[in-house]
Nanobody, 111 residues
Framework: QVQLVESGGGLVEPGGSLRLSCKAS????????GGWYRQAPGKQRDMVAI???????YYADSVKGRFTISRDSAKNTVYLQMNSLKPEDTAVYYC?????WGQGTQVTVSS
């Protein structure tokens, strides 16, 4: 059973930045695709960004050029750097790898 613990969410003004972290209890991100998903109230959970085993990143069109996913395998951690945040980025952000999900961290973009 892999435990994923997210951190770094919060309240930020439009145009601001946040960095999310997801630490795994085991060395998961070296073996499986790791990624971030988000779910806004009343909407489905959508992929935001994923990083493959060989380190290749993929992004949803809505965040390309603003978000960056990265991985530190030695720390069993995946990051999501979010810049130029918009109100429509407001959601609960979930870390995912293999068949495991984190508990989610709230990101609110508002003035």
């Amino acid at each position: 059973q892999v435990q994923l613990v997210e951190s770094g969410g919060g309240l930020v003004e439009p145009g601001g930045s946040l960095r999310l972290s997801c630490k795994a209890s085991e060395r998961s991100f070296s073996y499986y695709v790791g990624g971030w998903y988000r779910q806004a109230p009343g909407k489905q959970r959508d992929m935001v960004a994923i990083i493959t085993r060989d380190g290749s990143p993929y992004y949803a069109d809505s965040v390309k050029g603003r978000f960056t996913i990265s991985r530190d395998s030695a720390k069993n951690t995946v990051y999501l750097q979010m810049n130029s945040l918009k109100p429509e980025d407001t959601a609960v952000y979930y870390c995912h790898t293999g068949k495991y999900w984190g508990q989610g961290t709230q990101v609110t973009v508002s003035s």
